[in-house]
């Protein structure tokens, strides 16, 4: 995260043991790679000259002042900012948060924002992303990420973060599967009560989702799960082979742990939606490759498909139950740079570096500062 320190600060009585103490804190969680700040020169210049700050407070003051045009360099390249003033109220806007120094209090930033996802799961694939986009530019290699997880708990989500919202300490990006069954789903219930949290809150956070796809599974290249021991790649191929050759949009909705069910199927053909009308012409498609809709059921069991959990029946399969997780262990075992190598000229990885560029940006700090 980027902290720019306004000159308005100038205005407050930093002989103030209060206001001074801010000053610390934000200096000093600067030297230790929370974060990186900047400040106007004359304000700089103003820190490392006053005595009642620590020595490694003043050296982070002198260490921004010297390197003022890279600082500066920074705050026109990365599109999140917090602004620190003399006096303002929590406002957000166009992803550039502007806060008081007297809402700065200990433990601000600490270890970087928080990642509110569903579970740990995925909060770690957030940070690969974050990991594979700053591998697509040196301009980017002076750069640390530093964040931390919570698990959210699914749909209690809402409650987790409205916790992390009244602590008022760290910037909390909330992150959720979209759980879209189709283009035109609009946001889960979920979704609506963690964006009602955030905008009637004043305090720093962010909302972003899988967008266009429905689950983090939905979103993984597919040269990531080539290498995935036992994974039914050849279920994904089906799948992405009905696309091509029928011009339809499959792959992004459907459920990579269960496949296409048939109870899937029942629950939207007793609705009047746009979400019925979508899976009714790629029920068409995928009858035109000879795949059985219609199961046969004979003493509770179906002879045409195979059965899942509570004898659901599996129209058309995809991944497994831990495609996530075998994901994260694939890539908990292989360099980061082996693992970019595998997925930069996929052509299945724009979603994963388009959230990768998010978490990155709102992530990226500079290493601890050596002490002169």
């Not at 917090?82 to 406002?91: E, Y």
């Not at 599967?177 to 963690?194: F, M």
């Not at 068409?284 to 059921?297: D, F, T």
């Not at 058309?316 to 890539?331: D, F, N, R, Y």
Request: overall charge neutral; aromatic content about 10%; some cysteine.
């Amino acid at each position: 995260m980027y902290i720019y320190l306004d000159e308005s600060i100038l205005n407050l009585n930093l002989e103030n043991p209060d206001n001074l103490c801010k000053v610390e804190f934000l200096l000093t969680g600067y030297a230790e790679g929370n974060y990186i700040l900047n400040a106007p020169r004359k304000l700089l210049k103003f820190f490392f000259d006053n005595s009642s700050l620590s020595r490694i407070a003043r050296d982070a003051a002198v260490f921004a002042y010297k390197n003022y045009s890279m600082m500066n360099a920074f705050l026109e390249k990365i599109p999140y900012k917090i602004i620190v003033k003399d006096k303002s109220n929590i406002n957000n806007s166009d992803n550039q948060w502007i806060i008081s120094l007297t809402d700065v209090k200990y433990g601000f930033l600490v270890n970087g924002i928080v990642i509110l996802g569903e579970n740990l799961n995925d909060s770690k694939f957030l940070n690969f992303t974050a990991q594979h986009f700053q591998k697509t530019s040196n301009d980017y290699k002076p750069f640390i990420l530093i964040n931390h997880f919570h698990g959210g708990g699914g749909s209690t989500t809402y409650n987790e973060l409205d916790n992390l919202l009244n602590r008022k300490l760290n910037h909390i990006f909330c992150f959720l599967d979209s759980d879209k069954e189709s283009p035109t789903c609009l946001d889960t219930d979920t979704a609506k009560k963690c964006i009602r949290s955030i905008n009637k809150n004043s305090w720093l956070s962010k909302f972003s989702s899988t967008n266009d796809y429905r689950e983090a599974e939905n979103l993984i290249p597919l040269s990531l799960l080539e290498k995935i021991e036992q994974f039914p790649l050849s279920n994904i191929q089906k799948i992405k082979q009905i696309e091509g050759k029928h011009q339809v949009l499959l792959y992004p909705y459907i459920d990579i742990k269960n496949g296409l069910t048939k109870k899937f199927l029942t629950k939207i053909s007793q609705t009047q939606s746009q979400k019925k009308e979508f899976w009714h012409t790629i029920l068409q498609k995928i009858a035109l490759e000879g795949i059985p809709i219609e199961c046969n059921i004979v003493n509770d069991i179906c002879t045409i498909h195979t059965q899942l959990k509570d004898n659901v029946c599996q129209i058309l399969p995809a991944g497994t139950q831990k495609t996530l997780e075998s994901t994260i262990k694939v890539l908990e075992k292989m360099p980061i740079d082996e693992s970019f190598n595998i997925i930069k000229d996929d052509y299945s990885s724009k979603a994963w570096f388009e959230i990768g560029e998010t978490i990155f940006w709102l992530s990226c700090a500079l290493p601890k500062i050596r002490l002169s």
